[in-house]
């Protein structure tokens, strides 16, 4: 019997979606399988290139994942039971982007996830742990069945990476220049990301999908930097101050994005830098927990 694959995306840039039919490929030319697409589209875009107002004034409705519209998806994807979903998603102020939300929160994505493998798969800059653990919560509301997780990252230092990813988000310029290297998640991982798609496949046509988490991990699906776990937390901790902070003084929002701008740069560039410096004064101390932190990142389980 033909098994039945959809995958979900959204792609400003298209990184993601090379990703996630990457992934697919192994699927796709297939008669045992049915590839059908879902590209979210909000009925009001975000623009690309970002202008940095736009960028900046996105922060607080992301953050507290405020959804916009949305057109639905077709009629196929609303009335097909599928085997398998595979789920491309960003993150935007270290949270699932608005795009994302808005169809989670939408009347139509329980009927879609509930009961179905899902597959999350993400195109990072590098923070997307926590944003991970806040979709998990989304899907089991939905009594979806999170199977396997796929995060591929910019695998530059964290201060490269910040100057690369905003010169390509408002100049929509990716490639290397100058000193820079090129934005994003490479060319080789995403052309690569195929393999994946093998291995999940495998899962599927044996139906189960007990051991596909430690396999994709193996393969090299997850990494997880400690350091970047402990600014997201503490990101998180900010960001939910400023984020209703904005939000409740309508007013005045527009000085406290201005406000909020300095802060960010100032995070990045000044409070990220003494963090990392006792981050890895504490490792000895700290080398259990974080090993074990570590590992349940790399999982697909809620705590």
């Known amino acids: 019997m033909q098994k039945n694959i959809l995958v979900i995306y959204y792609s400003q840039t298209g990184q993601l979606e090379d990703i996630v039919k990457n992934v697919a490929k192994p699927f796709e030319n ?19 290139p970002w202008s940095g107002d736009v960028f900046f ?27 398998l979903i595979l789920f491309g998603y960003q993150v935007w102020y270290l949270t699932p982007s608005i795009p994302v939300i808005s169809f989670l929160k939408s009347g139509f994505a329980e009927n879609i996830l509930k009961d ?4 999350t798969i993400s195109g990072t800059r590098n ?12 899907l089991k509301r939905m009594n ?27 100049t929509g310029k990716k490639e290397a220049s100058g000193m820079l290297p090129a934005a994003g998640v ?10 994946y798609g093998e291995i999940i496949k495998r899962y599927l046509d044996k139906g189960d999908f007990a051991n596909l988490q ?25 960001f939910t101050i400023w984020s209703k902070l904005i939000i409740n003084k309508k007013e005045k929002r527009p000085l406290l994005i201005k406000f909020f701008k300095v802060y960010l740069m100032t995070a990045i560039w000044v409070v990220s830098p003494i963090v990392l410096v006792f981050h890895l004064l504490l490792t000895p101390i700290l080398w259990f927990k974080r090993k074990k932190q570590r590992e349940y990142l790399q999982g697909i389980n809620l705590k």
Do not use: C
């Open 214 to 238: 430690p396999d994709l991990v193996k393969n090299g699906a997850v990494e997880i930097r400690p350091f970047l776990v402990r600014m997201e937390k503490v990101g998180n901790k900010i």
């Open 127 to 138: 923070m997307w742990m926590l944003s991970q653990e806040k979709l998990k919560v989304y």
């Open 30 to 48: 297939n008669e045992q399988y049915k590839v059908t697409y879902y590209n979210i589209q909000l009925k009001k875009d975000f623009p690309f």
């Open 57 to 83: 004034n996105t922060f607080p409705e992301s953050y507290l994942q405020i959804p916009s519209d949305i057109y639905p998806p077709s009629d196929e994807v609303l009335n097909t039971k599928f085997d």
């Open 116 to 119: 179905t493998p899902i597959v």
């Open 186 to 195: 490479s060319d080789e991982e995403i052309n690569g990301a195929g393999k």
């Open 144 to 170: 979806a069945k999170l199977v396997g997780n796929i995060a591929l990252v910019d695998r530059h230092d964290n201060y490269t990476s910040v100057l690369t990813i905003l010169k390509w988000l408002t």
